[in-house]
């Protein structure tokens, strides 16, 4: 499913782009939702990938770089919004708005997912890819 409806700000599809293009080799970096992490029970992973995988939604950033996103986490983040910037401190970071949150641990880092969201998500990214 290539149409999976996230929404990357220019910032964030840049620093995707470098992320890439620092490692020889890479096509993209892939995001995922890691259960089970952190006090808020997932946490969002972001990875170099060398090779296309089987299994993974892809949506191109620039020419054949692209962020790929492993099919059964792509209802979890159905409409969400990444951007990319600066927390409070300074620290660069990758900011993450996904409508499907429950609520996030005190330190941000973590978050849980609401599962009525997530039926409604689960719905749509039905309706979307038929």
Known sequence: MTNVPIYLSDEAAARI???????EGAV??????AQGRGCGGNEYR???IFQEEPGLDKIIVDNDIALYIPITDSFMMFGMAIDHGRDAVGNEQFIFRNP????RCGCG??????????????????????
């Open 46 to 48: 972001m990875e170099r």
């Open 109 to 130: 880092e973590s978050f849980s997912l609401d599962p009525e969201k997530l039926a409604k998500a689960r719905e749509d990214a039905e309706k979307a890819s038929s």
């Open 28 to 33: 993209g970096v892939k995001l995922s939702i």
């Open 100 to 103: 499907n949150e429950g609520g």
């Open 17 to 23: 782009k470098e992320l890439t293009l620092e490692k």
